[in-house]
């Protein structure tokens, strides 16, 4: 599963830019730290600048991890998505009321608090 999701990673790099990289300062080796993973809960921090972005880059985001995945007879359950969105600056409560609408409209799953989210998502 591992080198699966590491696939999906380099693909999702070179379709929508680099995530959030990181240096080893031991290994001097760039590791991006956008991902994390517990079992076969996987936890994405996207930067976009707008509700819309966010919508765009997560289906996008989707659909590279889709064909990652499915050749190996596994699917994700976008449905079931957890979401939490933070956005910064003036205009904030109309970019997550906004994010929440299209959430709900696109079918990828809820808006929640960061108090909320699942316990599997915990960073260990």
Request: hydrophobic share 35%; aromatic share 6%; net charge negative.
């Amino acid at each position: 599963y591992e080198k699966m999701l590491s696939s999906w990673m380099t693909n999702k790099r070179h379709d929508l830019g680099d995530g959030l990289l990181a240096i080893d300062p031991t290994t001097n080796l760039t590791h991006d730290v956008s991902v994390t993973s517990f079992a076969d809960d996987v936890k994405e921090i996207n930067l976009t600048d707008t509700a819309r972005d966010a919508i765009e880059s997560i289906g996008r985001s989707s659909v590279l991890l889709d064909s990652t995945i499915r050749p190996n007879l596994l699917w994700q359950n976008c449905g079931k998505a957890e979401h939490v969105a933070t956005f910064l600056g003036p205009g904030q409560d109309a970019y997550t009321k906004e994010f929440k609408n299209l959430l709900e409209e696109h079918d990828m799953g809820q808006l929640k608090k960061s108090s909320q989210i699942s316990r599997s998502m915990a960073t260990i």
